[in-house]
């Protein structure tokens, strides 16, 4: 039995496509409507997470913040069951560090490994896995991992996946940024965002925001790519805390996080990430539009 905690976003499509490919689940979420939901592909109902653990050798999680995944953790180490704990979050490298001693103390392994690909790519099992902790206990959860996408081995270092998580977003988050300023600047200076896209798709300025963000949740002002607001900063100032620890300049960063906390402000935590381009066009007047 398979182990599932946190049915959202991401989790509710991970744990599906584990079902579809055979595993038997048990499953828990704070919200009793998402457990439903997944009954409905056959997983087992758990009311806790402790009860996941009493159940499953092997559990998964994939939750929305820090705090959510040590109490998860902690509740997780008096499983009966449970010999393999595996993160999926992202919460950054000291809350790993520390999920993996509170499981480490109990004979139980951890692995964290964040994902990225978003909500397509967790539906479609190609995200990519970042993994770290015992070699042993990443081939252990390899068959499973290959599931969802591809796993990549980081480190047996505990927490250094997370570390690998938050460069890969704040490159997201920065690129997603910068493509939602030059389209603004763009139609400020009269061209058409639908043209604009085509030449930076077909040229050097290509990101991840302009291939596939802009035209699936921007255009179409349908704002639903499927990662909220408050996560992608949850994500940037675990980067910025990491950086800062490190003693490093940070300047692109900083100001990255700036637009980000805006966001914040102005849109809401729960709002969608491509929402960072309403408070750009707000301030220069003009819509991004053209789905
Ligand atoms: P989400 O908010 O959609 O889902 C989180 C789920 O966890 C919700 O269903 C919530 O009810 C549940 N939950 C909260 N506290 C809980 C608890 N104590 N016990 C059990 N369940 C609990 O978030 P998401 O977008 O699915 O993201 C999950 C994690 O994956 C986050 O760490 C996020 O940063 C990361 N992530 C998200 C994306 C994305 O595109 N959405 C991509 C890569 C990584």
Redesign the pocket.
């Known amino acids: 039995m398979i182990g599932f905690?946190?049915?959202?976003?991401?989790?509710?499509p991970m744990a599906h496509r584990l079902a579809a490919a055979g595993r038997e689940l048990v499953v828990?979420?704070?919200?009793s409507e998402?457990v439903d939901r997944a009954t409905e592909f056959g997983a087992h109902r758990a009311a806790s997470?402790r009860e996941v653990a009493d159940r499953a050798e092997i559990v998964l999680?994939?939750?929305?913040?820090l705090?959510?995944?040590e109490?998860?953790a902690a509740e997780v180490v008096g499983g009966a069951e449970v010999r393999l704990f595996i993160d999926?979050?992202?919460?950054g490298s000291d809350v790993a560090q520390r999920n993996h001693t509170t499981l480490g103390a109990k004979g139980i392994a951890a692995l964290d490994a964040?994902?990225?690909?978003?909500?397509g790519?967790?539906a479609a099992g190609t995200?990519a896995v970042m993994v770290s902790g015992p070699r042993h206990a990443f081939e252990t959860a390899k068959p499973l991992l290959d599931e969802l996408g591809r796993p990549i081995f980081v480190d047996e270092l505990p927490g250094a996946a997370q570390t690998m998580?938050l460069i890969n977003?704040l490159m997201a988050a920065t690129t997603l940024a910068a493509t939602a300023e030059v389209v603004v600047m763009g139609i400020k200076a009269g061209l058409d965002p639908k043209v604009m896209l085509e030449v930076l798709n077909a040229g050097s300025g290509a990101t991840h925001a302009s291939r596939d963000k802009f035209p699936k949740a921007v255009l179409p002002r349908t704002f639903d790519?499927?990662?909220?607001t408050?996560?992608?900063v949850?994500?940037v100032r675990l980067y910025l805390d990491q950086a800062r620890a490190l003693g490093l300049p940070m300047q692109l960063a900083d100001a990255v996080a700036g637009m980000w906390e805006s966001t914040l402000r102005d849109e809401g935590a729960e709002s969608d990430?491509t929402s960072i381009v309403k408070v750009l066009e707000k301030a220069a007047g003009v819509t991004v539009s053209g789905g």
Request: aromatic share 10%.
């Open positions: 905690i946190g049915l959202g976003n991401m989790g509710f828990y979420d704070t919200r998402a997470p999680a994939s939750l929305p913040s705090q959510a995944s109490t998860v999926l979050s992202t919460v964040p994902v990225s690909g978003g909500v790519g967790a995200l998580k977003n790519y499927g990662f909220a408050g996560l992608m949850k994500d990430f």
